[in-house]
């Protein structure tokens, strides 16, 4: 059973820096893709990032790129998601999400919230 557990959320004012963490637990943790997404009240989860098994190769969401870093430290079954310069539009709930066999993300955390106000 794949579980993943998000935490490091909170409320933070605008420019401001978070950093929220995803531990892994029931399967080999460096042998697949991690992601975040997001989902914002009203709308629909978009994509934040992503990082490669080994993560040598990350992804961002363009309105993201030179704010937020993912990161993994794969002896500790843990990806992260630092995001700095935090604007009000980064409010939403963040999901840590695993990638299955097929290379689609298969696995999601529960969410934490992130709050930044202006």
């Known amino acids: 059973q794949v579980q993943l557990v998000e935490s490091g959320g909170g409320l933070v004012q605008a420019g401001g820096s978070l950093r929220l963490s995803c531990a892994a637990s029931?399967?080999?943790?460096?042998?697949?893709?991690m992601g975040w997404f997001r989902q914002a009240p009203g709308k629909e989860r978009e994509f934040v990032a992503r990082i490669s098994a080994s993560g040598g190769r990350t992804n961002y969401k363009d309105a993201v790129k030179g704010r937020f870093t993912i990161s993994r430290d794969n002896a500790k079954n843990t990806v992260y998601l630092q995001m700095n310069s935090l604007k009000p539009e980064d409010t939403a709930v963040y999901y840590c999400t695993s990638e299955g066999v097929g290379g689609t993300f298969d696995y999601w955390g529960q969410g934490t919230q992130v709050t930044v106000s202006s």
């Open positions: 029931g399967r080999i943790f460096d042998a697949y893709g």
